[in-house]
């Protein structure tokens, strides 16, 4: 089993800023990748972001230039910056952690990130 902790979730204005911070712990994997996904109300859950432990990552389109993941492997952590937030970026944040093949995954609480206009 992994244990996902999520932080760094609020309510910001239009333009603002926001980190988000997700730590893995318990039955680290050895090859894993974590990312981060968001659910808006009345929205399918899509994928923000994810990265490899070797660093290989994956936008969505729609925050590519604006959203920076990254990941530190000594502490199982991923880090998602999401700079020139907008309205349409609020939704329910969730962190996954997943085995190469996408078979095994496991997913935090979820955080909520709400952008005023």
């Known amino acids: 089993q992994v244990q996902l902790v999520e932080s760094g979730g609020g309510l910001v204005q239009a333009g603002g800023s926001l980190r988000l911070s997700c730590a893995a712990s318990g039955s680290i994997l050895r090859v894993s990748t974590m990312g981060w996904y968001r659910q808006a109300p009345g929205k399918q859950r899509e994928l923000v972001a994810d990265i490899t432990n070797t660093g290989d990552t994956n936008y969505a389109p729609s925050v590519k230039g604006r959203f920076t993941i990254s990941r530190d492997n000594a502490k199982n952590t991923v880090y998602l910056q999401m700079n020139s937030l907008k309205p349409e970026d609020t939704a329910v944040y969730y962190c996954?952690?997943?085995?190469?093949?996408?078979?095994?995954?496991?997913w935090g609480q979820g955080t909520q990130v709400t952008v005023s206009s």
């Open positions: 996954r952690y997943s085995n190469s093949y996408g078979s095994l995954n496991y």
